[in-house]
């Protein structure tokens, strides 16, 4: 039972990037934006998070430069695909290319430094409780304050007055535009949100879930967060059960080893990657469930004729 | 009594684009409860003025006054702010948003809180405009859209309505019941400006007229006391142009439409049920309708692009063509020209010859897979001349050119194709009245060359111009296609608020003769899969 | 994501062509705005990559002064030198020979908005086919091994690039993700091979396969240099891609779908096989590519088989103006900032990651210059209105 419990908060430990990475890029999408560059601000959010942390020895200095960092860079994606009108997928490959190649330009000199990261909760007698002790109360903090994000998210889209007007930019912006609304400013506040949670995502990796810095080490997990908003049909409570499932395919890997299961261990890395694909082409197959929560505007620039 | 202050009164008012003048010194009064009509064909500016009052545009130059004072309106926000409300022709509303949703949008904050749903309930029964504010818009008709567009500006209680071009989404009946409407607002005080190009409904609506022509004012009058013609030369400068029309010859039938049903592929889509239809060389069948009645759905799957399952619910001479694809359709002999110009109809950014390319390469424009350069501008700059298009030349992208010149460009670049069926969908809509009255003569030649025409439109006073039988689509049903001689507007507007549908075979279930009317209080019994 | 389709890529299209909007203030009474253009300028889509070119290096300029080198010293470095001499230019060619394949095919179907980003693993297994067929044949001196490899590669690449294409076409699935996807996939199973069945038995327990043999090898093109044969093969596929694209009527087609998926549906146009021919001709490729890096400089199979080049490639596709001779210009400037790179590094101690981020950097200024193709930039100052201010305003 315990080993159980283990099981949980190992899988809630690897889903929380997935989480942040994912809530960002819901909230994007909302707005009719498709920014690809979730890869490369959650690079850039680790190495800022990560070279902060390890400067100033305060890990929460680094989650902060993590999150402006990632807003930053999402700022580039901004201008160019909101104020320039550039093609949005191009825009989010350039990102994540450019993030990719920032951050191992920056972390040169990270590498293999060691840093004391932000550690799990330790409650004096709570987290000592059995099982209950350890299921509620011993994740790292970061994880819980991915589910206050989630919650905010959720909170945020369906129950203010600001949310549905994100949710009205981003179904039809004509409209938005002819009733009134600022279209291009509600949408780089989106995308400043979703650079933000990236940057979050990445610091989590670089200070609390490894912690350390290598390059590429998110390995692909910005480009999943992608196919879970898709996963998700852009509803935030999937988000928040696909995450979990996702990380659970992770731990699968670590879980088959410590099984003793003979197999490659190239296949179990794999995994993670395959599950992606299949569930993307199960979900995908349902054009009407697609078309009905897809943001009806996603990935199309708007010009508001003037 | 003294002669009241205007509500609204423009003076000077100018708008420039690169290649247009779209007002040029415009000058406009709308008195206090006045219904107040903006006159003139496409392109006239009458949208780019009332964006203008509505602050979506801002003018080069000229000035506003808003009961007696002088504003800058610079935006929508500030507009509702002073009272303006505006009925887009376009609607403005979000389709996976309910009712209640898109009304809150356009409220201030504080108004759009708890009690909203009380507040759309009174305005909406005080003015015969039913709504159930927990509707999801997509799944409303047409005409029930219009309402909640209409519910949202009175909810902000305007002093000056702008009405864009309403009635293009209604039946003859359901216009009487908006003109009901308006006026009691009107006797509220309410001012309000109506743009048209409709003549008959601005004689029976509204007590002033200002009519406009390529950006400027070219007269005022009391449209009570003119005639349709006399209008009419106000608004194009001339009589209005009338095709020529001799008796039909029909001959055999080239296109047969064989109990095709079809469920919708979109959410927000109509399904078609068992339509049957035959067009006969040499005779031009019209389609009447309010749109979103399975219009597009229909276009879709006679043009394939949109195959269905059975091969035979659609023939071409005879030959089951249901399965194939647009391509081998117009291999066969088929031409269509779709409502959509520019990303349907023709790529914007590609030239005339190549958008020439994009359906004709049958016409000798390719060997061994190649394209033949010469050949594919030859024939568009034939067409250009052929039907006069005004263009830069073959080498002209589609999206330089106005819509009417794009228009005639693409019919013409199907007739030239010799077709032996050729379906139109809105041939002249948001076409100037030149173009318009130029492609419906190319419809009619066609007939004469004894070719089988079928024409989609929305306007009642096209189709009876040019056709020899005509039909109604409603709730995705098809009426059966009447001689033009037996029938009358009214009928026609009693079939598309859907009257047949009961007897159709599956009827019953269904049926709602308002729901494609948008004027019953149960919208729930509209034809619109969820 | 929609994974209803692809995203609406160079479709640009603004209702009108007097349409103007979301202008940059610039002061507070003269403003910059852009304007649709009523066509779109050929000379901006000629001059947006030299101008994008240009401000890369204007950034490059900054960033050595930054970092404390001489900025010319640091140019010389970067951009001079690796191309100093015949080894140089050789080597200059030899890295620009896969970009220019990976890129022409990948322009082929980004035009028909197929947006493959997943060459890098087309091109792993691409090498892997090639190159499991030069291990299997250790003896042959047969000189069709060679096309055989090649072949096998293209077929491994398209085969890798098939997945996408049939899970977009059969259920939707967004190509984006899966074929990136099958890039992770892709490498943990070259790195299987390489670490278990494939590896070389007198390798040290290197994770690398046997060095291949003479046969399995392209000729070099001149004694002491690195350039191959394949750069022929990459200029046969640059002519190849320049009839299909420009001058065929399904390049013609496919150009339609990526421009106005209506149109395209309008016309007849099988969207299925567009995205088909879009990835297969991709994969393919990158396949090739694969086999001519494996049988090529390295020689043998190993997991860094290659710096990237299947992502450099979409780069090079976009500054080429997917065009097959703007690809071979633009794949050019892309060889040559990986040598810079390599040159930095030795020369200046710069960490070779510098390349990395210049290629980005080449791209966003692309993307930014690529604007004024079909917008215009106009000065505009406020109207004079004698409008005095509103009450309440």
Redesign the interface.
Same mark, same amino acid.
């Given at each position: 039972m315990d080993q159980f419990a283990q099981l949980i908060v190992l899988t809630l430990a690897a889903g929380t990037p997935l989480v942040y990475a994912a809530l960002g890029?819901l909230v994007t999408?909302k707005s009719g934006v498709?920014n690809?560059g979730v890869e490369?601000m959650m690079l850039v959010g680790a190495v800022a998070s990560f070279a902060v942390a390890a400067t100033t020895k305060s890990p929460w200095l680094g989650v902060g430069a993590g999150i402006l960092a990632g807003a930053a860079v999402s700022m *580039?994606f901004a201008?160019?695909a909101?104020?320039?009108?550039?093609?949005?997928?191009? &825009?989010g490959? %350039?990102?994540s290319?450019?993030?990719?190649?920032?951050s #191992?330009?920056l972390g040169?000199e990270y590498v293999s430094v060691v840093i004391e990261g932000i550690r799990p909760l330790a409650v004096p007698g709570l987290s000592d409780l059995p099982i209950v002790g350890k299921l509620l109360f011993a994740h790292n903090p970061l994880v819980y304050l991915s589910l206050a994000l989630f919650a905010a998210v959720h909170w945020f889209l369906y129950r203010t007055?600001a949310g549905?007007?994100v $949710? /009205?930019v981003g179904?039809?912006p004509?409209? %938005?535009? #002819? *009733?009134?609304?600022p279209v291009?400013a509600i949408r780089y506040m989106a995308v400043l949100f979703g650079g933000a949670c990236s940057g979050l995502a990445g610091a989590y990796l670089a200070v609390a879930y490894t912690p350390l810095w290598v390059?590429g080490m998110t390995?692909?997990r910005g480009?999943?967060a992608? %196919?879970l908003?898709?996963f998700a049909t852009w509803k935030p409570w999937r988000v928040l059960a696909g995450a979990y499932l996702f990380g659970g395919v992770t731990l699968a890997q670590f879980q088959a080893q410590a099984l003793g299961l003979e197999m490659?261990s190239?296949?179990l890395?794999?995994l993670p990657?395959?599950a &992606? *694909?299949v569930v993307?082409?199960?979900?995908? $197959?349902d /054009? &009407?469930t697609? $078309?009905?929560n897809?943001p #009806?505007s996603?990935?199309?620039?708007f010009?508001?004729?003037? | 009594m003294s002669v009241p202050s205007p509500r609204l009164a423009l003076r000077g008012i100018t708008k420039a684009y690169p290649s247009v003048v779209a007002n040029d010194d415009i000058a406009l009064d709308v008195l206090p409860g006045e219904i107040h009509a903006v006159l003139g064909e496409n392109g006239a500016g009458k949208s780019t003025l009332m964006k203008i009052i509505y602050g979506v545009v801002k003018p080069d130059r000229g000035t506003i006054a808003w009961e007696g004072s002088p504003v800058v309106i610079a935006n929508p926000a500030r507009a509702r702010r002073l009272g303006i409300g505006m009925v887009f022709q376009h609607f403005s509303l979000f389709e996976t948003l309910t009712v209640a949703e898109n009304i809150a949008l356009a409220l201030e904050a504080d108004r759009a809180g708890p009690g909203l749903s009380q507040r759309i309930g009174d305005v909406s029964a005080h003015y015969g405009l039913p709504l159930e504010p927990d509707r999801h818009v997509h799944t409303m008709s047409v005409g029930e859209r219009q309402r909640v567009e209409i519910v949202r500006c009175l909810l902000q209680g305007p002093r000056l309505l702008i009405m864009d071009e309403p009635t293009s989404v209604l039946t003859p009946q359901a216009v009487e019941k908006l003109f009901e409407t308006l006026r009691t607002l009107a006797s509220e005080g309410c001012s309000i400006l109506y743009i048209s190009h409709k003549l008959d409904e601005i004689r029976a609506l509204c007590q002033k007229a200002t009519v406009l022509r390529a950006g400027r004012v070219t007269g005022t009058c009391d449209p009570r006391e003119e005639t349709s013609e006399s209008l009419a030369r106000m608004m194009i400068g001339g009589d209005l142009p009338r095709p020529r029309h001799a008796a039909a010859k029909a001959g055999a039938e080239r296109l047969a439409v064989d109990h095709l049903t079809l469920p919708a592929d979109d959410p927000f889509g109509t399904s078609l049920h068992a339509i049957s239809l035959a067009v006969r060389a040499g005779e031009i069948v019209g389609i009447a309708g309010v749109s979103g009645n399975g219009q597009k759905e229909l276009m879709a799957a006679l043009s394939g692009e949109r195959p269905v399952d059975d091969a035979n619910a659609i023939r071409l001479d005879g030959a089951p063509v249901g399965t194939l694809d647009a391509a081998k359709r117009r291999a066969m002999g088929l031409a269509f020209v779709p409502e959509e110009r520019l990303g349907r109809g023709a790529v914007p950014e590609l030239s005339l010859a190549e958008n020439a390319l994009l359906t004709a390469h049958r016409q000798s424009m390719v060997s061994r897979g190649f394209v033949r350069s010469e050949a594919v501008r030859t024939y568009a700059e034939d067409t250009i001349r052929a039907f006069g298009v005004k263009a830069g030349g073959p080498h002209a992208a589609a999206r330089s050119l106005s819509g009417g010149n794009l228009q005639k460009y693409i019919v013409g670049r199907e007739i030239r194709q010799k077709p032996r069926v050729m379906i139109a969908a809105q041939p002249t809509w948001g076409v100037d009245v030149g173009a318009a009255a130029q492609i419906r003569q190319a419809l009619i030649d066609l007939r004469e060359a004894g070719v089988a025409v079928l024409v989609v439109s929305e306007e009642l006073d096209e189709l009876f111009e040019i056709c020899d039988r005509l039909a109604v689509i409603a709730q995705g049903r098809l009426s059966e296609a009447k001689d033009i001689a037996d029938t009358n507007a009214g009928e026609i507007g009693q079939l598309m608020a859907g009257s047949f549908v009961a007897a159709g075979p599956h009827g019953q279930r269904r049926f709602s003769p308002a729901g494609a009317l948008g004027l019953d209080a149960e919208p729930g019994t509209g034809d619109r899969e969820p | 994501m929609s994974a209803a389709g692809p995203p609406q890529g160079a479709n640009r299209s603004p209702t009108g062509g007097s349409a103007a909007a979301n202008a940059a203030s610039v002061g507070g009474s003269i403003r910059l705005r852009l304007e649709a253009r009523p066509e779109p300028s050929r000379l901006a889509g000629w001059l947006s990559p030299l101008a994008a070119a240009l401000a890369t290096l204007v950034v490059g300029f900054v960033l050595f002064s930054w970092l404390g080198k001489n900025p010319f010293t640091a140019f010389h470095a970067f951009f001079v030198k690796p191309v100093a001499d015949a080894y140089g230019v050789s080597e200059l060619l030899l890295k620009a020979s896969p970009l220019i394949l990976i890129a022409t095919g990948l322009a082929a179907g980004y035009r028909a908005n197929v947006w493959n980003i997943g060459a890098e693993g087309q091109l792993l297994v691409g090498a892997v086919a090639g190159g499991g067929l030069a291990l299997a044949f250790p003896e042959t001196t047969s000189p069709l091994l060679l096309p055989a490899m090649i072949v096998a590669g293209a077929l491994g690449g398209m085969a890798w690039a098939a997945i996408p294409a049939f899970l977009r076409t059969r259920f939707n699935a967004n190509e984006i993700l899966v074929s990136l996807m099958l890039v992770y996939v892709a490498t943990h199973l070259l790195s299987w091979l390489v670490h278990g069945p494939w590896r070389d038995p007198e390798g040290f327990n290197f994770p690398q396969s046997r060095l291949f043999h003479e046969a399995a090898l392209l000729p070099p093109l001149f004694e002491g240099l690195r350039v191959n044969a394949g750069l022929f093969v990459a200029l046969a596929v640059v002519a190849a891609g320049y009839l299909f694209m420009q001058k065929s009527l399904a390049g013609f087609q496919m150009r339609v779908a990526g421009l106005a998926p209506a149109a395209a549906n309008y016309a007849g146009i099988s969207s299925n096989r567009n995205v088909w021919m879009g990835l297969l001709i991709g994969g393919g490729c990158a396949g090739v590519a694969g086999v001519q890096e494996a049988a090529g400089p390295v020689g043998q199979l190993l997991p860094t088989l290659s710096p990237g080049y299947g992502f450099a490639a979409i780069i090079v596709a976009f500054v080429g103006r997917l065009h097959p001779v703007g690809v071979v210009f633009a794949a050019l400037l892309m060889s040559l900032l990986y040598l810079g790179g390599e040159s930095a590094q030795l020369n200046l101690a710069l960490p070779s990651a510098v390349t990395g981020l210049f290629q980005g950097t080449l791209l966003f200024f692309l993307l930014a210059a690529d604007v004024l193709i079909h917008y215009r930039l106009r000065v505009v100052r406020p109207a004079r209105t004698p409008v005095p201010v509103p009450k309440g305003a």
């Open positions: 890029e999408e498709l690809l490369g *580039i201008v160019l909101l104020s320039l009108m550039s093609n949005q997928v191009a &825009t490959l %350039a990102l290319l450019f993030g990719v190649g920032l #191992a330009f040169l007055r549905l007007v $949710r /009205a179904e039809s004509q409209s %938005a535009h #002819a *009733i009134g609304y291009i390059e390995a692909g480009w999943i992608l %196919a908003v898709v490659p190239q296949f890395s794999m990657y395959v &992606t *694909i993307l082409a199960i979900i995908s $197959r /054009a &009407t697609i $078309r009905l897809a #009806a996603l990935g199309k620039p010009h508001a004729g003037a | - | -």
